[in-house]
């Protein structure tokens, strides 16, 4: 669309409602303008988790939602990423305990590919073999829940937190593991 010299380009903008993709409840999350709607395609809007869920536990969660359909005013989208604030992982570390990170590129049970990084505090400080022990064992543990699940599974208990308290389980017998936590989830 083409503007003339003395046309404001922004009174010329549509405005999208935003709704959170159907894995998340497909609430209205907020607006956005585009010029059309192939402008607004393919973008990524960061997101509060609780703002979507109502859940305060979930407050350090930030989501990227990527749009993937711009129709009649309503921008539908998917889920680009799920991630931890950088403060919330900062207060996890502590004097006189040790952090774990591990880095998997899995594939779920209908053959889709995403990264799940992991986050793991100690109760105490453990030596470097315990470490390599435990990035391993949550390795196999995370690519086996993969496996047997759909990514919109995984992501639905790891809200819920059934992912977390499974993983202490598989591991405890190596380490006392305080906290596990979901560092980023990227699709």
């Not at 922004?10 to 956005?32: D, H, Q, R, S, V």
């Not at 991630?83 to 774990?100: A, D, F």
């Not at 470097?128 to 208990?157: H, I, P, T, W």
């Amino acid at each position: 669309m083409a503007l003339g010299k003395g046309v404001d380009k922004w009174k010329a903008k549509k405005w999208f409602n935003i709704y959170a993709p159907e894995l998340l409840g497909g609430a209205t999350i907020g607006e956005m303008p585009a010029s059309e709607e192939k402008t607004a395609m393919g973008r990524i809007i960061k997101v509060s988790m609780s703002w979507i869920t109502n859940k305060p536990a979930h407050s350090f969660l930030v989501v990227g939602l990527r749009v993937v359909d711009a129709t009649g005013g309503a921008a539908h989208t998917e889920l680009a990423y799920i991630e931890q604030t950088y403060s919330y992982i900062h207060s996890l570390v502590r004097r006189g305990n040790s952090i774990i990170y591990t880095v998997d590129k899995l594939k779920d049970k209908d053959g889709r590919n995403f990264v799940l990084k992991l986050v793991m505090t100690t109760a105490s400080k453990i030596t470097a073999e315990k470490k390599k022990a435990l990035r391993k064992e949550m390795e196999s543990f995370a690519r086996e829940y993969a496996e047997s699940r759909s990514v919109n599974d995984v992501v639905k208990e790891i809200l819920e937190g059934s992912f977390h308290s499974e993983g202490v389980k598989r591991v405890k017998n190596i380490a006392e593991i305080s906290k596990l936590e979901l560092k980023r989830l990227q699709l």
